[in-house]
């Protein structure tokens, strides 16, 4: 399987033009495999991007991956509260992320330990108010004046949101779920209710260093930023198609 899928030549060939398309990429097997078939060029592209060897940076397009897959890392406290979650709300879905996955992109050190449970509208208070019976620090949808008078930063606290259906996740089991790196990007222009209490060029920031460390599909931030209402806000704070296409 690796011989035919050419990589000395395809990595040489997709340099050469920056990006390639399905049908770039067909043309280009076919000049070895005159009669290949559009189905086995599917599984290739699959088995190329599972090798990490190709990202698409958005629908029909393709580069290199030369730079991180976004990864981060779980922690104690989401495994048992996605389990106690499951465990009572098994047919609600909901994800979870700490806000240190977004910090740890900004220039400047922020004391922000908490944990983002998103859950579907039909059953966001009563999560809310189980949650609540279980642990202090528990808030709901909070404003800005909410983290300056009652939400702790020296505390890990947990802060519930609304999850918006078809948001951009990858499913952990069975009804746990963690965003992907473009939702969390388009969460944070939102910023309402409040993911992090910073800035618009702190957001900025945030947004520019992700850009340039991660790989991002273009496709995913626009779609979830259409159903956000904030399409428009994409170029103003850093995102243009252009420049995710590498």
């Given at each position: 399987m690796a011989s035919k899928l050419r990589l000395s030549?395809?990595?040489?060939?997709?340099?050469?033009?920056?990006?390639?398309?399905?049908?770039?990429l067909l043309q280009f097997y076919q000049t070895f495999e005159p009669d290949l078939k559009v189905s086995t060029l599917r599984w290739r592209i699959y088995q190329l991007k599972q090798d990490n060897f190709l990202y698409s940076p958005k629908?029909?397009?393709?580069?290199?991956?030369?730079?991180?897959?976004?990864?981060?890392?779980?922690?104690?406290?989401?495994?048992?509260?996605?389990?106690?979650?499951?465990?009572?709300?098994?047919?609600?879905?909901?994800?979870?992320?700490?806000?240190?996955?977004?910090?740890?992109?900004?220039?400047?050190?922020?004391?922000?330990?908490?944990?983002?449970v998103e859950v579907d509208i039909d059953a966001l208070e009563s999560v809310f108010h189980?949650?609540?019976?279980?642990?202090?620090?528990?808030?709901?949808?909070?404003?800005?004046?909410?983290?300056?008078?009652?939400?702790?930063?020296?505390?890990?606290n947990i802060i519930l949101e609304r999850l918006y259906v078809d948001a951009p996740l990858n499913r952990r089991s069975g009804n746990y779920q963690i965003p992907k790196l473009e939702k969390l990007l388009v969460d944070l222009i939102v910023n309402d209710p409040m993911i992090l209490p910073v800035?618009?060029?702190?957001?900025?920031?945030?947004?520019?260093?992700?850009?340039?460390?991660?790989?991002?599909?273009?496709?995913?931030?626009?779609?979830?930023?259409?159903?956000?209402?904030?399409?428009?806000?994409?170029?103003?704070f850093g995102i243009k198609e252009s420049e995710m296409i590498y």
């Amino acid at each position: 399987m690796a011989s035919k899928l050419r990589l000395s030549e395809l990595e040489k060939y997709i340099k050469q033009n920056n990006q390639v398309s399905t049908k770039q990429l067909l043309q280009f097997y076919q000049t070895f495999e005159p009669d290949l078939k559009v189905s086995t060029l599917r599984w290739r592209i699959y088995q190329l991007k599972q090798d990490n060897f190709l990202y698409s940076p958005k629908r029909g397009i393709f580069a290199l991956t030369e730079k991180k897959e976004f990864m981060p890392e779980q922690s104690e406290m989401m495994d048992e509260l996605a389990g106690i979650i499951q465990e009572k709300y098994p047919y609600a879905d909901f994800s979870l992320y700490r806000t240190e996955w977004l910090t740890d992109l900004a220039d400047h050190v922020y004391q922000s330990k908490n944990i983002i449970v998103e859950v579907d509208i039909d059953a966001l208070e009563s999560v809310f108010h189980f949650l609540k019976e279980r642990y202090g620090n528990v808030y709901l949808n909070p404003d800005n004046t909410i983290y300056d008078l009652y939400i702790s930063p020296h505390d890990e606290n947990i802060i519930l949101e609304r999850l918006y259906v078809d948001a951009p996740l990858n499913r952990r089991s069975g009804n746990y779920q963690i965003p992907k790196l473009e939702k969390l990007l388009v969460d944070l222009i939102v910023n309402d209710p409040m993911i992090l209490p910073v800035g618009v060029s702190e957001v900025k920031k945030i947004i520019a260093n992700a850009l340039s460390k991660y790989n991002l599909n273009y496709s995913t931030i626009l779609r979830y930023a259409k159903k956000r209402r904030v399409e428009k806000k994409l170029i103003p704070f850093g995102i243009k198609e252009s420049e995710m296409i590498y």
